[in-house]
């Protein structure tokens, strides 16, 4: 440039945090909190992804486990040079447990703990099932 001599540009790129979405690669990672109720019975939910700012329906299983992760395809990031090819949005669930609730809500819960025929009891549990 006006005569000198060539060189090399060096371009840095800083990417930003989002707010709710991690990314790896052209997969998006997020976090959604729902309710014991919707965990046990199943639910429908919306999920906001980064394509345009839509929402997205999630089937929420009946008997989710809290940190169950849930994939919705195609809602990533899109591809260099395949613009029209997304990767993944993958939705890791947190099932909330109300720390204050009802005389009704604690009645209710407690009828449910007697008539429910599971039972969990303390056992160990193998690391390699928590990932």
Excluded at 2 to 22: K, Q, R, S, T
Excluded at 28 to 53: D, M, R, W
Excluded at 98 to 109: E, F, G, H, V, Y
Aim: charged letters at 25%; a positive charge.
């Amino acid at each position: 440039m006006n005569g000198g001599p060539p060189g090399d540009l060096y371009v840095y790129i800083h990417v930003l945090a989002h707010e709710y979405f991690e990314r790896d690669g052209n997969d998006l990672y997020c976090v959604i909190p729902i309710s014991v109720s919707q965990a046990a019975l199943g639910a429908e939910i919306f999920v906001s992804t980064l394509k345009n700012s839509r929402k997205v329906k999630l089937k929420i299983p009946p008997g989710t486990q809290n940190s169950k992760m849930l994939r919705l395809k195609s809602e990533g990031v899109p591809y260099l040079h395949s613009p029209d090819r997304r990767g993944d949005l993958y939705i890791k669930i947190l099932v909330e447990i109300p720390t204050k609730i009802s005389s009704k809500a604690r009645s209710l819960l407690q009828e449910l703990g007697s008539v429910s025929e599971e039972q969990t009891s303390p056992r160990p549990v193998r690391l390699s099932d928590l990932r």
